[in-house]
Every structure is written in structure tokens, then in C-alpha cells.
């Protein structure tokens, strides 16, 4: 069964950076395209950043606007998305999100894509 374990969140001030992490778990880390998403109190899952299998291809949604960075380390089973200039707007609890796919390098965008999710990370930026 695959698990997903998202850290790294927590309180940071506008204009910090911050780094978040998701380790997979439970199957072969390189058979999935990985996606994080955000949610905010009120307002519906949103797609931050996704990536391949490979690592090869990125997509990035509106809400990262050039600040974020999504990156994968196969040998490690972990996935990253570095968020630089927060700001609080950017308060949400981030979700790391797998889907198993024989296509590379695909990324997938849309919560109905993704089989497996994390729990989460809260991110709050405040002063």
C-alpha cells in the first residue's frame, strides 16, 4: 500500500522560503508522476506544482507564479517543493498527492488524477 508522509511545514514570515518534503512509501517510488496541491480554509484543493516519473517535465499552476520549485530525488523516494517569497495568501495545508503511470515524462494537474494522497502539511505566513 502506498504511503505518502509530507513535513517540513510550519510558520514562516512573508518573504521567507520554505521547503517542503513527502516521502513515498509501499511501491516503486520511479512508476510515479507526483503532484503537490494546497488547500485553504474555505476554498477548494488547488494544483501547486506537479512532475513526471522521471523528473523530466514540470508543471506549475498559477498560485506558484515563479516562486515555486517542485523536484523529485528518486533514490531517496522523496519529493520536494521548495516555495520561495511567501506570502500569506500562500497559508495552506499542502498535499503531496501519487498516481502509478507507464507514461514519461506526463504530469498530472487535476485531484481526480492522483490514486494516493498524504495527510498534509500546514503552512502558515504571517508577521
Known amino acids: 500500500q502506498v504511503q505518502l508522509v509530507e513535513s517540513g511545514g510550519g510558520l514562516v514570515q512573508p518573504g521567507d522560503s520554505l521547503r517542503v518534503s513527502c516521502e513515498f512509501s509501499?511501491?516503486?517510488?520511479?512508476?510515479?508522476?507526483m503532484g503537490w496541491f494546497r488547500q485553504a480554509p474555505g476554498k477548494e484543493r488547488e494544483c501547486a506544482a506537479s512532475i513526471s516519473r522521471s523528473g523530466k517535465n514540470t508543471y506549475y499552476g498559477g498560485v506558484a507564479k515563479g516562486r515555486f520549485t517542485i523536484s523529485r530525488d528518486n533514490a531517496k523516494n522523496t519529493v520536494y517543493l521548495q516555495m520561495d517569497g511567501l506570502q500569506p495568501e500562500d497559508t495552506a495545508v499542502y498535499y503531496c498527492?501519487?498516481?502509478?503511470?507507464?507514461?514519461?515524462?506526463?504530469?498530472?494537474?487535476?485531484?481526480?488524477?492522483?490514486?494516493?494522497w498524504g495527510q498534509g502539511t500546514q503552512v502558515t505566513v504571517s508577521s
Open positions: 509501499g511501491g516503486t517510488f520511479d512508476n510515479y508522476a
Open positions: 498527492a501519487a498516481r502509478q503511470t507507464l507514461v514519461d515524462p506526463t504530469t498530472f494537474i487535476s485531484i481526480n488524477e492522483y490514486n494516493y
